[in-house]
């Protein structure tokens, strides 16, 4: 016996896409892959007749019911574990896994979390910001060239995630993965931690982002729950209070 994905909790995001050809190809992709959730984040240059083109008549209806969102902030605010494809490697893009071995990975985790399989533009791919949301990167292995057609990256990972599979043995080994805070709860908590550190002068309110970098890569090495993200928020609160309470106890003094 074997353990496989859970394909109603994995979803595509393509990251501003230019081509709405490549929409319609990755659309196609989710199709024979028996995947359908399809997100799309401030397309350029969007014509759904181009879509429907490539999507042919089997995956029209995953092209038409894409969720079409302006940033991808908010069109990752509901996922729990987010996955960041990149043909470029080095400097942030350091800890990779390969499809097949990430496609695994994710097995335990579709259990009980909603995964995004982000991608970036045709041009570009992601921004270093944009990886900050990620919670691991993938690299499809290539010769020199490393940099495929969306669509067909697309492919590449529907395909390992329709195939992946556990087997019971390894299974029970694995971990279980309960529930991960999803990222809407995330950024709610980094940028609380940002204004307290800031506000007692834990760090530079001219460059925070570059404290904050090092923060989120190391509470994402810890794969947060949504509870551990409330007591956290919990504490922030508290500091902040008592800063207050101090504040206007001295007041009354003077
Ligand atoms: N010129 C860009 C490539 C953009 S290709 C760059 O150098 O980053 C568009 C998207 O397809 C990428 O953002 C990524 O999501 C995906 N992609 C292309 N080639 C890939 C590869 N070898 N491994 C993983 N993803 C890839």
């Not at 574990?81 to 896994?97: C, D, F, I, M, P």
């Not at 990975?105 to 041009?123: Q, T, Y």
């Not at 809407?184 to 904050?212: A, K």
């Not at 729950?225 to 956290?232: H, T, W």
Request: contains cysteine; proline residues 4%; glycine residues 6%.
């Amino acid at each position: 016996m074997s353990d496989k994905i859970n394909l109603d909790n994995v979803s595509v995001v393509l990251h501003r896409p230019r081509y709405p050809e490549n929409i319609g190809a990755a659309a196609r992709a989710l199709r024979n892959m028996g995947m359908q959730r399809l997100v799309v984040v401030a397309p350029e240059n969007f014509d759904i007749e181009r879509v429907l083109k490539m999507a042919t008549h089997s995956a029209s209806d995953v092209a038409e019911a894409a969720h079409i969102h302006v940033n991808l902030r908010d069109a990752l605010s509901s996922f729990n574990y987010v996955v960041g494809t990149t043909a470029r490697l080095g400097g942030e893009r350091q800890v990779v896994s390969s499809p097949s071995e990430l496609a695994r990975r994710l097995v335990p985790i579709s259990h009980e979390n909603r995964i995004a399989i982000v991608f970036g533009p045709e041009d570009r791919g992601l921004s270093n910001e944009d990886i900050r949301y990620c919670h691991t990167l993938v690299n499809i292995p290539t010769a020199e060239f490393s940099s495929l057609n969306l669509a067909q990256a697309v492919m590449v990972m529907c395909y390992e995630i329709f195939t992946a599979e556990v087997r019971d043995q390894e299974s029970e080994r694995a971990e279980f993965m309960p529930r991960l805070a999803c990222r809407h709860e995330l950024d709610g908590m980094y940028d609380q931690i940002r204004d307290i550190l800031v506000r007692i002068s834990y760090i530079n309110p001219e460059n925070p982002d570059y404290w904050m970098n090092s923060l989120r890569h190391f509470f994402t090495r810890l794969q947060l729950r949504a509870k551990e993200v409330r007591m956290i928020r919990g504490m922030c609160r508290q500091i902040n209070w008592y800063g207050k309470k101090c504040y206007d106890d001295g007041k009354g003094e003077g």
